[in-house]
């Protein structure tokens, strides 16, 4: 069964991915984003590549030196993590929510994205997902969320709160509801 948000069609497991304890699909995602994106009227500073693009090592980094920020958001091992390419400063931000005792949950070598260039800086921040298999896509959501509108991005909800307002808030946000503002 099909149901139409706007002009994207969704398969009925794509809305139920944001029922509670159930992990966000690809295509969830890069519709989300892609309606945040549009809300707050950035494509122009800010770019985002969807998720079907799994291969970082593949991405031409010379496309996106324009903008101000590139966000990429992959999945790895089932987990969700976003990744901000600042192409002028030449970081690259992990922002993983899974709690950690590494740095990250993923090896981040230098990357090449130039003739000459490589990536000189990159940082992580380590979210509060805490004990929860569901939750990191609706985490990673909210990163990109945070980043965009200048947010503090320490924000410490449980998963009680995550399961029962902030999805909830992403389902009113998918029927035009509410804002990408009232969602924080």
Known sequence: MLINYGY?????YEIKCL??????TD????YLINKIFNQLNLNEKYHYIPTYFHMIEQIDWKKYKNFEKTFIVLNQDNHWFLFVYEPKKLKFHLYD???????????????PIGDDDIIEDYYGIIGNQGKSKTNCGIFVLLY??????KQNLSFNYDEKYINNIIRKKFIQFLNDEITVDKIF
């Open 27 to 30: 295509g969830m995602i890069d």
């Open 97 to 111: 929510p899974l709690p950690s005792e590494d740095e990250s949950v993923i090896d981040i070598e230098l990357l």
């Open 144 to 149: 990109v969320i945070g980043l965009l509108t």
């Open 8 to 12: 994207i069609p969704f398969p009925t």
């Open 19 to 24: 029922n509670k304890g159930q992990k966000l």
